[in-house]
């Protein structure tokens, strides 16, 4: 596999790989119909990202989740096998994509994960907003439009019980935040929305050099 990440050359990786959680057969397989989709496989996360992820939900004891943006499903996947079981598991996935998504539903009932599992088709800010309660996550990963990343931050945080976990990808953009000469809009964005985490105090976060970059917040 192609390292995501621009911190990593391949035998790094590899080693990486080798030396951290396995790849699962449906996660494997997963992998490899996304990445024959082409150029638009790059928004799949890495395979570290979601081993990390995992060990995250099992560390936190999380039982509900969201996501923003769920592309092929493979976040999904370990996130939810690192639920536990109906009734007391479950993930929210917010997309806005049949034609995506639609790969990962057979990957999900193949690892027998897919009860757990509660895709919402549309704009995931009117999902959020059509959601009951407050306080009710206990963990949450954004990875969907760089524009609205505040806005479905500023969404979830009221949603998220103390001490939740939001997990947030991309942000370091393949190394454009720092670029002073990189003044695309989605490279603004991120900038901005790192710039307004970590002056929120609301929240503790830390941004890890994982794949493309991935901002831990913890709310207080």
Same mark, same amino acid.
């Given at each position: 596999?192609?390292?995501?990440?621009?911190?990593?050359?391949?035998?790094?990786?590899?080693?990486?790989?080798?030396?951290?959680?396995?790849?699962?057969?449906?996660?494997?397989?997963?992998?490899?119909?996304?990445?024959?989709?082409?150029?638009?496989?790059?928004?799949?996360?890495?395979? !570290?990202?979601?081993?990390?992820?995992?060990?995250?939900?099992?560390?936190?004891?999380?039982? !509900?989740?969201?996501?923003?943006?769920?592309?092929? @499903?493979?976040?999904?996947?370990?996130?939810?096998?690192?639920?536990?079981?109906?009734?007391?598991?479950?993930?929210?996935?917010?997309?806005?994509?049949?034609?995506?998504?639609?790969? @990962? &539903? /057979?990957?999900?009932?193949?690892? @027998?994960?897919?009860? &757990?599992?509660? #895709? &919402?088709? =549309?704009?995931?800010?009117?999902?959020?907003?059509? #959601?009951?309660?407050?306080?009710?996550?206990?963990?949450?990963?954004?990875?969907?439009?760089?524009?609205?990343?505040?806005?479905?931050?500023?969404?979830?945080?009221?949603?998220?019980?103390?001490?939740?976990?939001?997990?947030?990808?991309?942000?370091?953009?393949? =190394?454009?935040?720092?670029?002073?000469?990189?003044?695309? @809009?989605?490279?603004?964005?991120?900038?901005?929305?790192?710039?307004?985490?970590?002056?929120?105090?609301?929240? !503790?976060?830390?941004?890890?050099?994982?794949?493309?970059?991935?901002? #831990?917040? &913890? /709310?207080?």
């Amino acid at each position: 596999m192609t390292p995501k990440s621009f911190l990593l050359d391949e035998s790094m990786h590899a080693y990486l790989l080798a030396h951290s959680a396995p790849v699962t057969e449906v996660q494997r397989a997963l992998i490899d119909e996304t990445a024959a989709l082409g150029g638009v496989a790059r928004m799949q996360i890495a395979p !570290e990202q979601g081993a990390l992820m995992a060990l995250l939900v099992r560390l936190t004891g999380a039982q !509900e989740a969201i996501e923003i943006g769920t592309f092929t @499903g493979y976040s999904a996947l370990c996130i939810a096998h690192a639920l536990p079981a109906p009734p007391h598991g479950r993930l929210i996935c917010c997309d806005v994509s049949e034609e995506w998504t639609s790969i @990962g &539903r /057979k990957y999900w009932q193949q690892a @027998g994960v897919d009860d &757990r599992i509660d #895709l &919402r088709i =549309g704009p995931a800010l009117e999902t959020i907003e059509s #959601l009951a309660g407050l306080e009710q996550f206990d963990i949450a990963f954004i990875d969907a439009d760089k524009g609205n990343y505040g806005n479905y931050y500023e969404a979830l945080l009221p949603r998220m019980r103390p001490n939740g976990l939001i997990l947030v990808d991309n942000v370091l953009w393949s =190394g454009a935040v720092v670029d002073p000469a990189n003044q695309d @809009g989605d490279t603004i964005a991120i900038r901005a929305f790192n710039d307004m985490v970590a002056a929120d105090d609301r929240v !503790e976060s830390v941004i890890l050099p994982v794949a493309d970059g991935l901002t #831990l917040i &913890r /709310k207080r």
